[in-house]
């Protein structure tokens, strides 16, 4: 999301000046231009937020730093509202049971998802790859194939779980 805030940011600076640089002479179609600015302007996000890679030096220890360095910036890039975290030691017995029902429910209906589907949710989940690095490893053909999978095995836990009556993750 921060990367999307990012590009619309971008995109209207200076009165859309990017957007308006378009040249419509129909050797493109403005999507596909908008595709590229738009990935562009993606990595110059996550450059400024990461910095740059260098893959002249890319050792198994360069990377687990540079891992570490992102868990940090991470963690301690956005401020976070200690207020608003629930408070688990006054939590009553009714919502820690109810947090339980929710819990028990999502891990029964992910264990009925297809092995596909639960290494798909796994990758992106628990192991925080990224839609390129998922494509890469299932041999999806693009990282919009990953993000279109997601959608749709993300809408059907949420259907499968409000048939369960589960309407919220959050007691």
């Not at 992910?110 to 041999?139: G, M």
Request: include cysteine.
């Amino acid at each position: 999301m921060d990367a999307y805030a990012f590009v619309l940011e971008k995109l209207r600076e200076d009165d859309s000046r990017r957007l308006r640089t378009f040249a419509s002479d129909g050797s493109g179609k403005f999507t596909t231009w908008l595709v590229v600015v738009t990935r562009r302007l993606a990595y110059d996000c996550h450059r400024q937020r990461y910095g740059r890679r260098h893959a002249t030096d890319e050792t198994d220890s360069t990377r687990a730093e540079r891992e570490a360095r992102r868990r940090l910036v991470d963690l301690t890039s956005g401020a976070i509202d200690v207020s608003l975290l629930p408070d688990s030691a006054g939590a009553s017995d009714e919502t820690r049971i109810s947090a339980e029902e929710i819990r028990d429910a999502v891990s029964r209906e992910i264990d009925a998802l297809p092995a596909a589907d639960r290494l798909l949710l796994k990758l992106r989940f628990e192991d925080e790859y990224s839609a390129k690095e998922i494509a890469d490893v299932t041999d999806a053909a693009t990282p919009f194939h990953v993000y279109r999978r997601l959608k749709h095995v993300l809408g059907v836990l949420r259907r499968r779980l409000a048939a369960r009556g589960v309407e919220s993750a959050v007691p």
